[in-house]
């Protein structure tokens, strides 16, 4: 059954979203006309429109059908609407692959019918990549190094490469284009691949570097304490120092200092010794 509305309006999504450089973002959203017609005028406006290169910025309808095209419509577009229905209308940003960090697109639409005006705003601003490199296990500080000698050669296409301790066979890349960022990684010894789409239950086929974020790679940014995992008790393993190779029991530990107070298994006589963390190994929790 067809809904009436007294004047145009929108719903759904809208706003300013991060896209990486050769990316793309949508926005899916319902338009009401209040009439059998409307007319959709639509507004383009890049932050650097005399030197930075062209967004592209496609309306389509519910069918996937083009509306309106950035490079090849007109600024307005006469749209029916049967019964006075709404629409559900989908609008699809492609970031420039030339885009620099924090280069942005602002879109206004407006809906005018015999009902009234009605009109919304998006936006895409341009954001670095955090991709996910696999390599082969135990060379993943080879192939940071390697990476990031490479990356300063040219243009800058990689800010930043993280090899994390304890994560093994991967390596994080942040750069703004992908393509440029697997590009930089080809001939790279012991490098392997991107993790795309496909390798985490996307459509078959697809070879598209799969994205993660600040957020999902905290943990890795954070320092992890020397002291983690030991308790009271525990039987370690002396690593370093005057004591390399010595079993000791732990009495106590320091987690603000990241220092343990142990005291020798073997020695004749029970004297504590303080030392840090990373200078024990743990060979038996207590009991």
Known sequence: ????????????????????AGGQVTWDFQVAAGAAEAVFTVSVVASDPENGPEWSVILYDSQGAELWDYFRSKAEVKVAFPGSASKILRLEVICPR???????????????SNAGTATQ?????????????????????????????????????????????????????????TDRLQEKTREIKKARSFVDRKDISVAKGTHIPAETSIEEISSYLV?????????????????????????????????????????????????????????????????
């Not at 936006?123 to 080879?142: F, H, M, N, R």
């Not at 990241?258 to 029970?270: G, H, K, N, Q, S």
């Open 1 to 20: 059954m067809a809904e009436n509305y007294s004047s145009p309006m929108f719903s759904g999504d809208s706003g300013v979203k991060d896209v990486h």
């Open 98 to 112: 030339g885009a620099r960090y924090d280069d942005r697109v602002d879109i206004e639409i407006t809906v005018k």
């Open 121 to 177: 705003q998006f936006g895409a601003c341009a954001k670095q990549s955090i991709l996910i490199l696999k390599t082969q296990i135990d060379q993943e500080k080879v192939v940071a190094q390697s990476l990031f000698a490479k990356a300063s050669q040219g243009e800058k296409d990689v800010y930043a490469v993280l090899s994390p301790v304890g994560l093994r066979g991967y390596v994080f890349v942040e750069g703004m284009n």
């Open 223 to 287: 320092p992890v304490s020397a002291v983690i995992g030991i308790e009271e008790g525990d039987l370690v393993e002396l690593v370093n120092g005057p004591f390399k190779g010595e079993r000791a029991r732990v009495q106590r530990i320091d987690q603000a200092k990241e220092e343990i107070t142990v005291e020798l298994v073997d020695a004749m006589v029970p004297i504590p010794v303080t030392v840090k963390g990373d200078s024990v190994k743990l060979i038996e929790k207590e009991n």
